[in-house]
């Protein structure tokens, strides 16, 4: 099935580009240095928002890995990604938000104990940020596995060991927000969060998705099959 530069060849969709210009290099280098310097810059931020700012930069490597696959199963894996990406991605910058505009603080040190003083906020937070990394039982979890799933079909294993490598620093810093929550002492500059039903009804509204998809995650892969069947037309 012809279309533009690209060629559908073979039973699992695997994509074959113009030879005018090696796309799959470019797009593999491109992804592995998103990521990786992603990565590394969140590694050092202690202003949460900038860490997740970052953080994002190394997730649009991910997607970008999904399509450097050239097949529809990267492109299936992407989908899930970005469906994955947007609850979880929206709902950590959602709680920082909150907690900052209580605080006037988006520094580390500043939520320090906050697990204890604000059990749903804290706890809401986790879930998403373990989620980020990649870590059952969440949504994450499932859009890593399909991106690795496609990496291995394609017999990309060395890019699929960078992206695990990758992912074991996103751990790290991911981590490091969670020892602040639940395993750092209360200091003065602890918030004590006021919010709303609204907020919190916002919240269930993402946090639920990510752990339901963690555990049943039919209905998203194939309404992830749903759009590649509409892409692919």
Same mark, same amino acid.
């Given at each position: 099935?012809?279309?533009?530069?690209?060629?559908?060849?073979?039973?699992?969709?695997? =994509?074959?580009?113009?030879?005018?210009?090696? =796309? &799959?290099?470019?797009?593999?280098?491109i992804?592995?240095?998103?990521?990786? %310097?992603?990565? #590394?810059?969140?590694? =050092?931020?202690?202003?949460?928002?900038?860490?997740?700012?970052?953080?994002?930069?190394?997730?649009?490597?991910?997607?970008?890995?999904?399509?450097?696959? %050239?097949?529809? &199963?990267?492109?299936?894996?992407?989908?899930? !990604?970005?469906?994955?990406?947007? %609850?979880?991605n929206?709902?950590?910058?959602?709680?920082?938000?909150?907690?900052?505009?209580?605080?006037?603080?988006?520094?580390?040190?500043?939520?320090?104990?906050?697990g204890?003083?604000?059990?749903?906020?804290?706890?809401?937070?986790?879930v998403?940020?373990?989620?980020?990394?990649?870590?059952?039982?969440?949504a994450?979890f499932?859009?890593?596995?399909? #991106?690795?799933?496609?990496?291995?079909?394609?017999?990309?294993?060395?890019?699929?060991?960078?992206? #695990?490598?990758?992912?074991?620093?996103?751990?790290?810093?991911?981590?490091?927000?969670?020892?602040?929550? !639940?395993?750092?002492?209360?200091?003065?500059?602890?918030?004590?969060?006021?919010?709303?039903?609204?907020?919190?009804?916002?919240?269930?509204?993402?946090?639920?998705?990510?752990?339901?998809?963690?555990?049943?995650?039919?209905?998203l892969?194939?309404?992830?099959?749903?759009?590649?069947?509409? %892409?692919?037309?």
């Amino acid at each position: 099935i012809k279309s533009g530069f690209v060629v559908l060849i073979g039973e699992k969709g695997f =994509w074959h580009l113009s030879e005018v210009f090696d =796309w &799959q290099s470019f797009l593999i280098i491109i992804s592995i240095a998103t990521m990786t %310097l992603g990565n #590394l810059t969140a590694l =050092w931020q202690t202003n949460l928002k900038r860490m997740l700012a970052y953080s994002s930069i190394a997730h649009a490597g991910y997607i970008l890995l999904g399509l450097a696959v %050239l097949s529809n &199963q990267g492109l299936l894996a992407i989908l899930i !990604y970005i469906i994955v990406y947007g %609850l979880m991605n929206l709902g950590a910058f959602y709680i920082i938000m909150l907690i900052a505009n209580s605080s006037g603080s988006e520094d580390i040190n500043d939520y320090n104990g906050l697990g204890l003083i604000n059990p749903f906020l804290a706890f809401s937070l986790s879930v998403f940020l373990v989620s980020l990394t990649g870590l059952p039982p969440t949504a994450g979890f499932i859009g890593k596995l399909y #991106l690795f799933i496609a990496l291995l079909d394609a017999k990309m294993i060395f890019v699929a060991v960078v992206a #695990l490598l990758n992912t074991v620093v996103s751990l790290y810093y991911y981590a490091r927000v969670l020892k602040h929550l !639940y395993l750092k002492p209360q200091n003065d500059a602890t918030p004590i969060i006021s919010f709303s039903y609204g907020n919190v009804v916002f919240i269930l509204f993402l946090l639920i998705p990510v752990l339901i998809f963690g555990v049943y995650f039919s209905p998203l892969v194939n309404l992830s099959k749903m759009f590649l069947s509409i %892409l692919t037309m």
